[in-house]
């Protein structure tokens, strides 16, 4: 384990989610938030030559600075600007719209050099329409300092800004998730491979609509005037298999023969599991629970079925387990030396009370916490499940819902369902060489997400089946028929049926 640098413990209360995880998993942070965060903190470092390929010493955390422009002009053009379509749709004269349009834009830039760009005051118009209707998570009611254009190309990407957007990040939005992604890769061992295929397929300068996007910027504008300049967050460990594990679907999916846009939505999902994937590991190793992480999907039914039970409670127990680390984790305080070292002392309760101090860099919100030793510890474990539960618990149910893997439905509840786009994405990811034999696929999505849909793969996870066989073959069934719908499966004989991937790597 990585110790973490002393200037992040200074800016939280406790430090027990972070010291698990990393700094930090927030569930106001989206998948598609973690993403784009990402994507800046690798255009950031790209420019600086560094992308994916950090200088570690052993022992020690990356110390990475990396910086993000804030892009205001682009951002009150398209977000900010709520006149545009209504002084459009008006019978005046192109020079009046166009006279109009800049007596009332919002913000404090001149920006009537876009009459010679655009000419008609219409194209603008249809312009803005486009990147507010293409943008990213567009029914979410966010500050338009928070809202994002789609990721065309690298002068699409910018900083997540508060309310006033010349101060500085509240870290709501793009609260650390993206860089945690960035230093997994990094520590992946194929970073240097998969930034050049990023750079190669998913920023492009010449994309056209990352030049449109340019073109919304005044002349003399710098981008790197005013950037949000952070240091990179904490991830404890240096070497996982997650982390190779990450990069081994990066990879796959940058290789394949479709258009850098149509990658961003399998990139979001397939990257936000594998996340879940390494908090749910690491929360089994606090526990000290070395079973292998495990998502129970029940794939549609006419009826409730026997899988919904089994995947409801595989949920609960998935979402449990983060609290569960939590509380391992903190009480494993106890076994140190430090603590019976403070029990010993002339008077236990202010050592302990430092102890735990150090330990968990904890700052009590209230005045200093009084009682006996075991009453000092109640409470600073009470704060950590109270912190815990406020974000990080969130954080499963919130990105399994928007990644496509658990669907809710009122008066029954929430459980492990996947959608078509997930589907199409671990078609996308796992389908290597163009087919695969439809029984060795789902052995294939057990291995490397650890989703149980047959049989097979039920017995690996629990060691035995948890109810009857066929509960699991008619699963199965309904996940051959609805890949079949899809277009992802073809049967070539009673006993013979094959996932076909549509896009293959490139030549």
């Not at 991830?235 to 990069?247: H, I, M, T, V």
């Not at 549609?300 to 949920?315: D, Q, R, V």
């Not at 990080?392 to 459980?415: P, Y």
């Amino acid at each position: 384990m990585i110790p973490a640098p002393e200037k992040f413990k200074k800016d939280v209360n406790v430090w027990v989610d972070e010291a698990i995880w990393g700094h930090r998993f927030y569930n106001d942070q989206t998948p598609w938030l973690v993403f784009l965060e990402f994507l800046s903190v690798f255009r950031g470092r790209h420019l600086d030559g560094r992308a994916l390929d950090e200088p570690r010493a052993d022992g020690a955390h990356e110390v990475i600075t990396y910086h993000v422009p804030r892009l205001i002009p682009l951002r009150d053009i398209v977000f900010n600007n709520p006149h545009i379509q209504h002084i459009d749709a008006t019978k005046r004269s192109d020079s009046e719209k166009w006279a109009a349009w800049l007596k009332q834009v919002n913000g404090d830039y001149d920006f009537s050099f876009l009459r010679d760009r655009f000419g008609e005051f219409s194209r603008l118009t249809h312009v803005v329409e486009y990147f507010q209707n293409t943008a990213v998570e567009p029914h979410r009611q966010r500050r338009w300092t928070s809202r994002f254009i789609f990721p065309y190309g690298p002068d699409c990407l910018y900083a997540d800004l508060p309310g006033n957007p010349q101060g500085s990040p509240d870290r709501r939005f793009f609260a650390r998730g993206g860089e945690l992604l960035y230093l997994m890769l990094c520590r992946s061992g194929h970073g240097p491979e998969i930034a050049e295929l990023i750079n190669k397929r998913l920023l492009v300068e010449t994309d056209p609509w990352n030049r449109v996007s340019k073109a919304l910027l005044p002349e003399d504008y710098r981008s790197d005037s005013g950037a949000i300049s952070s240091a990179i967050g904490y991830l404890p460990y240096a070497d996982r298999d997650e982390y190779k594990e990450l990069a081994q679907t990066w990879r796959h999916l940058l290789q394949l023969d479709l258009p850098g846009a149509a990658l961003f939505d399998p990139l979001v999902r397939l990257s936000s599991l594998h996340m879940l994937l390494y908090m749910m590991r690491r929360a089994g190793e606090e526990i000290g629970d070395n079973a292998e992480p495990k998502f129970v999907l029940e794939i549609a039914a006419p009826s409730k079925t026997t899988l919904f039970e089994l995947s409801s409670e595989s949920l609960r127990a998935n979402r449990m387990a983060t609290l569960r680390a939590v509380r391992a984790h903190v009480e494993n305080a106890k076994n140190d030396q430090g603590w019976h070292d403070a029990l010993a002392a002339r008077v236990p309760a202010d050592a302990v009370r430092t102890h735990l101090a150090d330990r968990f860099a904890w700052k009590p919100e209230d005045a200093p916490v009084g009682g006996d030793p075991d009453a000092i510890f109640s409470v600073l474990r009470s704060y950590a499940e109270k912190r815990h539960q406020q974000h990080v618990a969130k954080v499963h149910n919130e990105w399994t819902r928007q990644i496509g893997l658990t669907v809710s439905r009122r008066g029954v509840g929430t459980w492990y369902a996947p959608s078509d786009s997930l589907l199409k994405a671990l078609v996308m990811c796992t389908v290597e060489d163009g087919r695969e034999e439809y029984h060795r696929f789902l052995a294939k999505l057990y291995e490397r997400f650890r989703l149980v849909i047959a049989a097979p793969e039920a017995e690996k996870a629990f060691g035995n089946l948890p109810t009857d066989q066929h509960a699991f073959t008619q699963n199965a069934q309904r996940l051959e028929q609805r890949l079949r719908t899809l277009g992802l499966l073809r049967r070539l004989s009673d006993d013979c049926a094959y996932v076909e991937n549509p896009y293959r790597r490139r030549a």
